[in-house]
């Protein structure tokens, strides 16, 4: 229970990034920054390596395997790149770094799309292991939605590096986009929740306790018998 709350204190702050440094570049030099922010990220990798290594049954195995490939490629290149900052003490370097992350995110999305299933079929699955084939389309869709997500919203943090002030990047990628990414997944879950009732892809309880009463009546009477 600790770790998760320290984990989350710690995926909080990695969130705070552009505040961080809008704050930051105000007091002390961009290496500085990127060795409080090299803290953070290392302690994240570690607790991520711990979950990863705690015993785990067959049913948990491919949701560890998935958040490994969703986000722990992320905060590794991004720790590498937080490194390169701070060898460099460049100040434009510590702004390109949404953009290294939205480029990562991409990536990885992009490449489930050529080597199914999905990105957003494979994190479906962790919830609904049984999902209905007729749901694989609308998990790809998806899936290259959230790719073009990437691709603006990394082009976006890119000009606001190059062309803006420290001020309006900061206001883009510390606020903006995250509000763009939850109106992003508030949409998707509208239109999932849609074309669930519309196409009455659900698997109600009752079913199955009807099968088992099925099988326990034949039971009884073979028994009977």
Known sequence: ????????????????????????LQTM????????????FGLRIILGIASKTAPKTADTTSEHK????????????GTIFIAIVAALNSKISLLFYPVVINSVMLTIFAATLAKPPSMIERLARLTEPDLPAEAIPYTRN????WCLFFIINGSIALYTALYSTIEVWSLYNGLISYIAMGLLFAIEFIVR??????????????????TDFKKTDKTKTANRE
């Not at 030099?29 to 953070?40: F, K, M, T, Y």
Request: no cysteine; hydrophobic share 55%.
């Open 66 to 77: 998935n958040r490994i490939q969703a986000l722990q490629l992320p905060l590794i290149v």
């Open 1 to 24: 229970m600790l770790k998760a709350v320290f984990n989350g204190i710690l995926v909080v702050l990695t969130l705070l990034y552009p505040v961080a440094v809008y704050l930051g």
């Open 193 to 210: 929740m849609y074309i669930k009732r519309a196409h009455n892809i659900h698997r109600p309880r009752y079913d199955i306790e009807k």
């Open 142 to 145: 998806v899936t290259v939605i």
């Open 29 to 40: 030099e961009p290496r500085g920054i990127a060795l409080i922010l090299l803290v953070l």
